[in-house]
């Protein structure tokens, strides 16, 4: 049996930064909405203590807020494990590279090449705003990792999972959008991996990352835009198109017509597609819990965590 000191362990980094959201306008961001007394962020930091394969963690957001409500939660024991918070940047993507360069010691811009070590390192990553994270999920994200083929891992979870956190017996539930591949709806949740410097084109990651949400379409046409600048294939052109065909259908209640066109959308496809516009080897991992793919990301959706985290908790841990 494999001790714990056996794990490969990973330094971790909570995005608890951001602007105001509307519906929390009295707060520095959303991720300092309470649920059960304790703010968002501490309860993903609480999930990242707990788990097994992570080492240390960075708290990326307003850093005096932050130390302030982790010095006033007197459950959340943060002795476990070193933390650090680290105040935020222009945006997610410096935050993220930013507790990235701190979690190496003496770090010099330009050390990487010629360090091959640091070309490899990797770091998680994680949004601050979905409470029901739980450390196992953490950890069987990160151990389905494979670092040896890929350089980048997006957490996606599917919807047989989700499924459990719908409205049923009259009791308000979550239903979320999912992005259709072949292989199945999947939901992309909170959950990344990443060797930094291995990803030529950082800044591609954070306009996808701020245009992901293909609802709108003037988010599909800067997305378009971005997309033509790699010379991408006229069949990663049509699978995404039969992607956000499928998400339109199936919004319009066109149920039938939106199973035929997602199985015209193999997976291997859209992350060859990925690969080029961020300059790296990408790939999908799947997790079978639940809790990094609800956050709090509406005005109604933290009463619903609120009355339900107990139940929530339980459910994706039976």
């Not at 599909?220 to 339109?248: C, D, H, N």
Request: hydrophobic share 40%; aromatic share 10%.
């Amino acid at each position: 049996m494999r001790s714990n000191n056996d794990l490969k362990k990973y330094d971790g980094a909570i995005m608890a930064g951001g602007p105001v959201a509307p519906f929390a306008r009295n707060l520095p961001n959303k991720t300092f909405i309470k649920i059960r007394g304790r703010c968002l962020f501490a309860h993903v930091l609480n999930a990242l203590l707990g788990a097994e394969r992570i080492r240390r963690v960075y708290v990326v957001g307003p850093q005096e807020a932050i130390q302030k409500e982790l010095a006033a939660d007197a459950g959340l024991n943060i002795s476990r494990k070193p933390v650090t918070v680290i105040p935020e940047s222009r945006n997610l993507i410096d935050n993220m590279f930013n507790a990235f360069t701190a979690s190496i010691e003496g770090y010099h811009p330009g050390e990487e090449l010629n360090n091959a070590a640091l070309l490899e390192k990797p770091i998680f990553g994680v949004a601050g705003d979905c409470p029901l994270l739980l450390p196992e999920e953490v950890d069987q994200f990160l151990e389905r990792c494979d670092l040896s083929r890929y350089d980048y891992f997006l957490g996606m979870t599917p919807e047989e999972t989700l499924k459990q956190f719908y409205t049923r017996h009259g009791h308000r539930g979550i239903k979320l959008i999912y992005t259709p591949f072949a292989e199945g709806l999947l939901r992309v949740n909170n959950l990344h991996l990443a060797k930094p410097f291995r990803i030529a084109h950082r800044n591609e990651f954070h306009e996808m990352y701020r245009l992901r949400h293909l609802r709108r379409i003037w988010n599909i046409v800067k997305l378009g835009y971005g997309l033509s600048k790699r010379g991408l294939t006229g069949e990663e052109w049509r699978v995404w198109g039969t992607m956000f065909m499928a998400i339109k259908a199936r919004r319009m209640g066109f149920e039938r017509l939106a199973e035929s066109l997602r199985l015209q959308a193999p997976m291997n496809t859209v992350t060859g597609a990925v690969d080029k516009i961020l300059g790296t080897r990408s790939t999908v991992v799947l997790t079978t819990y639940g809790g990094a793919a609800l956050d709090v990301d509406r005005p109604s959706n933290a009463p619903l965590f609120e009355s339900h985290f107990d139940e929530w908790v339980r459910m994706q841990k039976n």
